[in-house]
C-alpha cells in the first residue's frame, strides 16, 4: 500500500436498498416506475455491478430528469466504474437541484481527494460541516485529514485535528486511528504513533497495516527484533504482503541471518520485478554484494544504530 498517497479508504456516503427519491412528482404510475427502477439501480450498487446500476439509474432518470437524490446515485455509479469526470459532473448537477445534499458533496469531495485536487475537496468538506443536519460529519472529518495529510504542502497539526475528530464521533473509526498513528509517525513522535497503531490493532487484530506501521515504528527507534515480531504478525495475516517481507529480509540480512534475507529479497526481486518493491528487493542485494566486498560488519538485533 502506498501510505504517501491517499491514506486508507475514502469515507463515501453510500446508497441504501429502500431509499425512495424524495423529489418524485405524479403521477403515480410514474412514481412506481422510477422507485422500481431507483432501486434495483441502488441494489446493484450494493453489490458492485455497476453496468446494471447505470442503466437502471438511468432509466429513472429518463422518468424524471431533474431528481437530486437521482443524479447523486448516478454520480456514485460513476465513481465506482471509475469514471471521475463524469461522477463530478453528477454530484454537482445533484447539488444544483439540492444544496443541502451534503451526502452528495462529500462523494464529490472523494472524486477530488482521488484526482489529487486538495483544495477542491477541503472546500467541499468543509461546506459539509458547515450543514448541521449533516448526520456523519465523522466522514467529511476524516476525508479532511487525508485531504491535509496528502496536500503538496503538508499540515499534519490540521490532519491530526480531523483525524481526532472523526475518530471521537465514529468510535473505533479504524481509518481515523491508523490515520493519527502515521500522522504522528511522521511527526516522529513515536510514543503516540504506538499509542494509536496499538488502539487500531485492539479494535481489529487482523489490521495488517497497523502491524506493518508499528513494525516500522520499532525499526526507526532501532528495536530490530520487535520491528520483526510486528512484521512477521502482518505476514501471518497475509502471506503475500511483500512490504512486511521485504523488511524481515532487510533486518535479517543487518543482523547476521544473511541466509534466510537473501531468500527473501530474492523472492521479491522475482515476484515484483518491474515494481517498487521488487527493484528496493535488487538494490538490498547489490549493496549486499558490495558490503559483503568491503567488510562491512553486521547489526546486532535490540541495539540502536
Not at 8 to 36: D, H, N, S, W
Request: with cysteine; proline share 4%; net charge positive.
Amino acid at each position: 500500500m502506498n501510505y504517501g498517497k491517499i491514506l486508507g479508504i475514502l469515507l463515501i456516503t453510500a446508497l441504501y436498498l429502500g431509499c425512495v427519491p424524495q423529489q418524485m412528482p405524479p403521477p403515480k404510475e410514474v412514481r412506481k416506475q422510477v422507485q422500481l427502477h431507483y432501486q434495483a439501480g441502488i441494489k446493484f450498487l450494493g453489490e458492485g455491478k455497476t453496468p446494471q446500476a447505470v442503466s437502471e439509474l438511468l432509466a429513472a432518470q429518463a422518468l424524471v430528469p431533474n431528481n437530486a437524490d437521482i443524479e447523486h446515485a448516478l454520480g456514485l455509479a460513476y465513481q465506482q466504474k471509475g469514471l471521475y469526470d463524469r461522477a463530478i459532473d453528477q454530484y454537482k448537477k445533484a447539488l444544483e437541484l439540492d444544496p443541502k445534499l451534503s451526502d452528495a458533496r462529500n462523494n464529490l469531495g472523494t472524486v477530488y481527494l482521488i484526482k489529487s485536487q486538495f483544495e477542491d475537496a477541503i472546500q467541499q468538506f468543509e461546506k459539509c460541516l458547515e450543514d448541521k443536519a449533516y448526520s456523519t460529519p465523522e466522514k467529511a472529518h476524516y476525508n479532511l485529514g487525508v485531504a491535509y495529510f496528502n496536500q503538496k504542502e503538508q499540515d499534519l497539526n490540521k490532519a491530526i485535528m480531523h483525524y481526532s475528530q472523526a475518530a471521537k464521533i465514529g468510535r473505533n473509526n479504524l481509518n481515523a486511528i491508523f490515520g493519527l498513528g502515521y500522522c504522528y509517525e511522521k511527526k516522529k513522535d513515536y510514543l503516540r504513533a504506538i499509542e494509536q497503531y496499538s488502539t487500531a490493532i485492539k479494535v481489529d487484530a487482523q489490521f495488517k497495516e497497523a502491524h506493518y506501521r508499528m513494525g516500522m515504528v520499532k525499526k526507526a527507534q532501532g528495536q530490530l527484533d520487535k520491528a520483526v515480531i510486528s512484521f512477521q504478525r502482518a505476514l501471518k495475516i497475509d502471506p503475500d504482503y511483500l512490504e512486511a517481507l521485504l523488511e524481515v529480509g532487510i533486518i535479517e540480512t543487518l543482523t547476521g541471518r544473511t541466509k534466510e534475507g537473501l531468500e527473501k529479497l530474492r523472492l521479491i526481486a522475482k515476484a515484483d520485478p518491474e515494481g517498487v518493491l521488487g527493484k528496493q528487493a535488487q538494490e538490498q542485494l547489490s549493496q549486499l554484494k558490495n558490503d559483503k566486498f568491503r567488510g562491512i560488519p553486521k547489526v546486532e538485533m535490540g541495539k540502536k544504530h
